[in-house]
């Protein structure tokens, strides 16, 4: 038997029978932990934000278009929630803990110690660099460059205007190749 569909999920959600929200949990849990995390910065805010991001999707899976996909979605649902945690915090950087999943090498370099070791050196250079940007700054990286989102659409999910959005990232960039190179 084949796994029901996003979109039936969806549908079966809003006739109420919650079953098909959990199938929908289950299938993006770790991947919108992933974006919490990263936005975040630690694990249990991350956690606390997840279980949010979910809340949220299902309060609003009416407003769904169901005929595009749940997973992006879901996933701006979560990059906007932790942009208001952060915006109610007004809080400048904080430690960053790394998932151990993203800290894995990439599968090609086995058997090839000190390029795994670099590559995981520069993997964490550059987290840690994400880390301790501004957490408007950490957002709209978050969403150009790991949900790859055009900058219209970010201008969109942010409520910001195209050329702060462009400026965030410039500004987002340039900090980032900073704390790389000095280190």
Known sequence: MDAPSDRSLILDTRRGRLEAFGILIQRYQKAVYNVCLRVMGNREDAEDAVQESFLRAHRYI????VERPFGPWI?????NHCYGVHKKRQSEPFPYELDDELNRPDQDMFGQPERVHLAREKQQRTRQAIAAL???YRVVIELRHFQELSYQE???????PLN???SHLLRARKMLLERIVER
């Open 75 to 79: 996933k701006q649902v979560a990059a």
């Open 164 to 166: 702060t959005v462009k």
């Open 154 to 160: 970010i201008a969109s999910q942010l409520d910001l």
């Open 134 to 136: 501004p957490p408007h």
């Open 62 to 65: 009416h407003t769904i278009d």
